[in-house]
């Protein structure tokens, strides 16, 4: 069981490695953490001519500010994410996302951009992403392009990213000190992809929910922003928020199917469960804020 | 199929050699470097066995290329007793707790240990317990393990318990 062969080029800038993938006109594969990739390739699923590997691209790493966003280089190891100051203080929930990812080995090398750019519909990050109303950043040799998280994903796996196009940072704008994340997933065992899960953050305000994002992970082709849970939440005092209709009405908007792991109707009767009482766990540590 | 010259540091040794792209890093210590020690049973990330301690770090050898290697300071299981046959407090712990049986995926277990272990790292417990969820054991059922961990793990005051 080993790979086909291919070339292989590791560049050391993003202009670089622009050129490179452009001029293998689509026969390039990017490898990030390669915890994914590699598996494809020993299995030679995947059969690339050529892997550009971004590992030494010091411009694709870490955790900046800018004007109301953190931004992440997608390079960002998830063992990195998870001891991140920077992250623990403005997006805690991202955090608590990447714990939830595969298992410490895998995390070691295993990147935030490479778990994004992959969309698998039952992972953690892609769903964190959309849930937050992040913004994918990617570049070619043609120019730059921000794409909306929420119109990122298409499918299993399959999303908006053109052959030639590469990860260059994940913003996501600022929540206020104080917040509320979200966040529940039921997996089989630890570091399994989740059968069911929800992630995401709220804001309360003088006893009233004011903003909320959420998305849900492992209920269909892709992550699913759960749209008419947060128009439900937002404007709602929390005195007269009736959690299970508002779990009862949300679950409307996902679409899990049946696989050997769970049927749709397990994955809906449980999504709504997880959704009412991590909500309910949520909101009474939110009620000072 | 390009070819690439790489160079690293395996157990405190300086290896070279020159592979094809395609060669993993669980593969080019073993075949190219001679150290066995390194496990191979799954090949796509499942199973542990391979781990090794790649700048410090635990990773998975067989979800790496030899060439992203380049540079690195490899550990196997093979670096770790001392000279004189010392184990390491890892391996002495597993052999004293009978956390192993068919011996196949010990080195994963032993380097997930280590690598967590090792200088003033002061892990829980659970930390350590989370850790081993990479490794899968099929013969002794993990609860020499699991005891080895907790006699590896610090408790609230910072000892060895």
Known sequence: MKPAPFDYVAPTTIEEACAVIAEAGGGATVMAGGQTLMPLLNLRMSQPFIIVDINKIAELKGVSRGAGVTRIGPMLRQCDAITSEALARDLPVLVQAVRHIGHHQTRNRGTVGGSIALGEPAAELPATAVALNATIEVRSTAGTRKIPASEFYLGPYMNTLQPDELITGITFPDWPKGHIPLFRELAQRPGDFALVGIVGALVVEAGKITRAGIAWFGMGPTPIKAKTAEQM???????????????????????????????AE?????????????????LKTGEVA | MSKHHIEMTINGRRHSGDVEARVSLSDFLRDDAGYTGVHVGCEHGVCGACTVIVD??????????????EGAQVTTVEGLAASDGTLHPVQQVLLEEHGLQCGFCTPGFVMTLAALTDGDAKPSEQQLVSALSGNVCRCTGYQGIRRAAKRLACNEAGENS
């Open chain 2, 56 to 69: 410090g770090k635990a990773v998975r050898s067989c979800l790496m290329l030899a060439v992203q290697a």
């Open chain 1, 266 to 282: 397990y994955r809906r009767t449980v999504g709504k469960r997880i959704f009412a009482s991590a909500l309910r766990e949520a």
């Open chain 1, 233 to 263: 939440l937002v404007g709602q005092s929390l005195d007269t928020l009736d959690i299970q209709a508002v779990a009862e009405s949300a679950i409307a908007d996902t679409a899990p199917f049946d696989d050997q792991h769970a049927s």
